[in-house]
Structures are given as structure tokens and as C-alpha cells.
């Protein structure tokens, strides 16, 4: 009988993860919504019963209102793994700007809003209650993905492909603008702002980094050239490590100031030059149209 695997689904309320325990229970996953931390030690349980024969695959999506909630999960994911059962933990996030967009076109409150107490409290401050609670879950995530700038379908595509059996490297390619901050799910970040801005360039600044005049301008510089010779050399060395590793994604974010022209243009070139090594190479232009 195939070894047991489980998916423990987590994160900040809005980020997803509903849409994501649907694609798995397309995938064929055992799917769990929902459960109460402290019952986490009796799904335990009946997950190691060498009896249970229903699925392999199984998936827990857990929403944690408190720390004690929090630790629950920590200590059973733990006991899984001492147990044997191969146990990953997919945590979702998002940014407050899109975090807020959604519960307000969902018209549903917070979870945390609503004090015990019968007090309330606005959903910015629920939203960064929640974020710490959850901060332990966070940082022992097997993967971490930032649902900012998915729709629906394709964050479906993106569990799909996580989790449906790829065992090659899947790299994202992902462009942006630091004053609308890192993305949180970057795995390297390189900085690009020493470049030729052509934002100051009357005729090229409306342009964005796609378009060829802009991408001449970016990349006929020595530090331009020089600066895609050098980091692709790091990426041919440190791409075969990981993959030997067993990572399956790897998210490299090339930011310049707005994430309009020269992380645009780099992080084009830069994906062509990783596919050569036979990779599959996702482009994602995070800030592109972003005033």
C-alpha cells in the first residue's frame, strides 16, 4: 500500500487556502476543512491506523485563532513526522491591501473582529492580530506562497503543479518595485536599481520594460551585461544543487524602484537565459501597470 502523505494547509484568513483544499480534493486528496486545533492529536491517531486504507493522500486545512491552537498543530505535525508520515506544511499569505479588498468585496467580517468579550475591533488590527498567532506556523512552512497576485484559477493551477507529482524544478521568474515592498515569497531577491532608470527618459517613460526600446536601453549597458552574465553563472551552479535537494520551486524577484522598466526587462532576459538549462521557467511582472 502507498506510504501516507499529508498536506497541512494554513495561513492568514482571505490568502486562499479554501480555494487551495478544493484543488487538492480534485487532485484525489483526502480533504479535512476546517478542524479544530485541539482535535489535530486524534486526527493523529486516525491517520497512523495501519487499518485506515481510504486515501493516501490527505489533506488538513486549519484555521488557529490563538497561540495554544498554533502549538497544537506544531506538536501534532511533529508526531506525524516521528511516526513516520511524510507531512508538509503549505502556509498561504497576502498583503493587507489585497487582504482588505477581499473581505470587502466578500462583505464578511474577520474572525477575529468580534471579541469574546463582545467587543470588536477594526480589520486592520485583525488582520495583524492574526498575522502574530500565526507567525509560528509561518516560519516552519515547507512552502510559503503569497497569493497577492493570483486569481482563482491560477492559484489552482499553482497548488496543481505543486503537488502533482512534479519532480523537476519549477522556477518563477518574478519582477518588481521595492517601494511596493518585497515579496514575501521570494526565495532571492537581486536588486537592479544601479541600472539606467528610463523613467528619466521623456520618451521611454510611459513605456514599460517589455518593450524594446526600453529593454535596448536597459541592457546596452557594460553593468547591465555584466550584471546577467554574472547572476546567470550563480543560477547554473546553484539550480542543479537545489534540485538534487528535492526543492520544487524556486522564486527569483528582480526589483528596480516601481517594477516598471529595468526589473521588467532583466527578469525577461534572465528567464530565457534559465531556460537554456532545460528548466521551466514561470514569468511574473508583480508591479507592471501599478500606478
Known amino acids: 500500500m502507498r506510504a501516507k502523505e499529508l498536506l497541512v494547509v494554513a495561513g492568514v484568513s482571505g490568502s486562499g487556502k479554501s480555494t487551495a483544499l478544493s484543488a487538492l480534493e480534485d487532485l484525489g486528496y483526502f480533504c479535512v476543512d476546517n478542524l479544530p486545533a485541539p482535535l489535530i492529536l486524534n486526527f493523529v491517531d486516525y491517520l497512523t491506523q495501519a487499518c485506515i486504507e481510504q486515501s493516501s493522500r490527505y489533506a488538513l486545512l486549519l484555521d488557529c485563532q490563538d497561540i495554544p491552537s498554533v502549538n497544537s498543530v506544531l506538536s501534532g505535525i511533529e508526531l506525524l513526522t516521528e511516526r513516520g508520515l511524510k507531512t508538509q506544511l503549505?502556509?498561504?499569505d497576502a498583503s493587507d491591501e489585497i487582504l482588505l479588498k477581499r473581505f470587502r468585496e466578500a462583505r464578511r467580517p474577520h474572525p477575529l473582529m468580534v471579541k469574546t468579550d463582545g467587543t470588536t475591533s477594526t480589520l486592520t488590527e485583525a488582520l495583524q492580530e492574526e498575522r502574530a498567532i500565526l507567525s509560528g506556523l509561518r516560519e516552519k512552512a515547507n512552502y510559503l506562497l503569497d497569493s497577492s497576485s493570483?486569481?482563482?484559477?491560477?492559484?489552482?493551477?499553482?497548488?496543481?503543479?505543486?503537488?502533482?507529482?512534479?519532480?523537476?524544478l519549477l522556477i518563477v521568474c518574478e519582477s518588481f518595485g521595492f517601494k511596493y515592498g518585497l515579496p514575501t515569497d521570494a526565495d532571492m531577491v537581486a536588486d537592479v536599481r544601479f541600472l539606467p532608470n528610463p523613467h528619466f527618459v521623456p520618451e521611454l517613460k510611459p513605456k514599460t520594460g517589455l518593450e524594446k526600446s526600453v529593454k535596448d536601453y536597459v541592457e546596452t549597458s557594460g553593468e547591465a551585461k555584466e550584471f546577467l552574465s554574472r547572476y546567470f553563472s550563480l543560477l547554473e551552479f546553484l539550480v542543479p544543487k537545489y534540485r538534487n535537494?528535492?526543492?520544487?520551486?524556486?522564486?527569483?524577484?528582480?526589483?528596480?524602484?516601481?517594477?516598471?522598466?529595468r526589473s521588467v526587462a532583466i527578469t525577461e532576459s534572465l528567464a530565457k537565459q534559465l531556460e537554456t538549462l532545460g528548466q521551466t521557467v514561470t514569468i511574473r511582472h508583480r508591479d507592471l501597470g501599478r500606478e
Do not use: S, W
Request: with cysteine; aromatic share 12%; proline share 0%.
Open 90 to 92: 503549505l502556509y498561504f
Open 150 to 168: 493570483f486569481n482563482v484559477h491560477d492559484l489552482k493551477k499553482l497548488v496543481n503543479e505543486y503537488v502533482g507529482g512534479r519532480t523537476e
Open 245 to 261: 535537494e528535492g526543492k520544487r520551486y524556486l522564486t527569483i524577484a528582480i526589483g528596480c524602484t516601481g517594477g516598471k522598466h
